[in-house]
């Protein structure tokens, strides 16, 4: 097996999808030690090949074989109940320690039963799953077997999933070293309301971003509990919530409700390049969007890849101060704030032209490359 395995490898495969396993095809103690051994076996082929870029997911694993590989949640039902149960699957995997988790996109069996509006849906929510993955095939395929409308949706998610690599990747590495995972039940981060006791339908997506997923047929809006705290419409980036309320957000078939928590940093952009190789001058670029709190300091552990480097935003008297480590990747810092009367970067004035200030958006676009100490006066966070 090890020798086909490398087979494999010397084609240039740099991944595994380690199906089955599970389903009587051996004795229970034997089925056990498979669980650990196959990914296993599979890491450390590819780990020789290419180091740690390599990638395994597992449908069969158990506690020592979370070292070796990511796992999905198996066969689910092309239903709403499918969805429903994939995201309680979502939360319960992080609970026991597998935070690198994902669902088939729109369910595994029956894919006749499909239908866009189900398809659609799961698409927002696996974008907002450590692991997104979409299977081809039959009532499966968007492009073939579905419209325009559909297409724009999975493009749009996609997207976004990608986008969001550097704050996934960050909070990750925080779970390998915390157990906290990424895709987080509310009642971890409140363990005080009781609310979230039984809680299935949202969760915190890292520490700042709360997703609503709308798991039922028919639906334009729904019912989304916020947290404690002060919160901000992620969708439109303008509408403020207290916390502690219940509030309808609208979810339009192409809308994921999102709410971001005052304070919140969280980096996105293009930082790996994958099997891009449409683009001859691809390089990567990271977008830091800030959403500052009234009186609060903001920190937010970015890794590199190789390290842990520190954002900061600090509110201070007549504006705010950023300070950024050396991320590795440039890009733009994009502040959500009002009435700036003045940008510094590493204590240079900065002229009109050298940064941005969008005033029907509110929010303001800085370059920076690698360390970048910041100072926006006269600025107040949208809170």
């Known amino acids: 097996m090890e020798r086909k395995a490398q087979r494999i490898v010397r084609l240039g495969v740099r991944g595994y999808k380690i199906d089955r396993g599970e389903e009587n095809e051996m004795p229970d103690a034997v089925q056990n030690q498979f669980a650990v051994l196959f990914p296993k076996l599979s890491a450390e082929g590819l780990s020789a090949a290419y180091g740690n870029d390599y990638f395994i ?19 689910s ?22 935070p690198m988790w994902g669902s088939d996109t729109g369910g595994y069996f029956a894919p006749s039963h499909n239908t866009k509006e ?3 849906r ?57 157990g906290m995972p990424i895709m987080r039940a509310l009642v971890l981060a409140y363990p005080d309301d009781d609310r979230f006791s039984d809680l299935w339908d949202e969760y915190l997506y890292g520490a700042d971003i709360l997703v609503a997923p709308v798991a039922t047929a028919a639906a334009k809006d729904r019912k989304v509990y916020l947290p404690a705290g002060r919160w901000i ?34 980096p996105r952009g293009d930082i790996v390049k994958l099997n891009n190789n ?18 609060k300091e903001s920190e937010f552990r970015y890794f590199t890849g190789n390290a842990t480097r520190i954002i900061k935003a600090t509110p201070k008297d007549g504006g705010l101060a ?9 890009g733009s810092v994009e502040v959500y704030c009002r009435k700036v009367t003045e940008v510094r970067r590493n204590h240079s004035i900065l002229r009109a032209g050298e940064y941005h200030y969008d005033a029907e958006h509110q929010k303001l676009s800085i370059p920076f490359q690698g360390a970048a100490s910041l100072e926006i006066n006269g600025a107040e966070g949208l809170f």
């Not at 439109?236 to 928590?261: C, E, M, N, W, Y």
């Open 118 to 120: 189900l398809l659609a």
């Open 77 to 98: 039902w092309p239903t709403f109940g499918g969805l429903q149960t994939s995201i309680k699957n979502g939360l319960r995997a992080g609970l026991i320690n597998f």
């Open 122 to 178: 799961w698409l927002e929510f696996s974008s907002f799953s450590p692991m997104m993955e979409v299977i081809l095939g039959p009532k499966r395929t968007v492009w073939y077997d579905y419209d325009d409308e559909l297409i724009r949706i999975a493009q749009t998610f996609t997207r976004i999933h990608h986008d969001l690599i550097p704050y996934t990747r960050s909070y990750m590495y925080e779970s390998t070293r915390t």
């Open 278 to 295: 449409w683009d001859s001058n691809w390089k990567p670029v990271l977008r830091i969007e800030i959403f500052p709190a009234r009186d």
């Open 322 to 330: 950023i300070t950024l480590d050396d991320l590795g990747v440039n």
């Open 57 to 75: 997911f597992t449908r069969n694993v158990n506690d020592l074989s979370r070292k070796f590989t990511a796992v999905w949640n198996g066969d």
């Open 233 to 266: 419409d992620y969708n439109d980036k303008r509408t403020v919530h207290d916390g502690r309320s219940t509030i309808t957000a609208t979810a339009a078939l192409d809308q994921l409700p999102l709410f971001v928590r005052e304070g919140a940093i969280i």
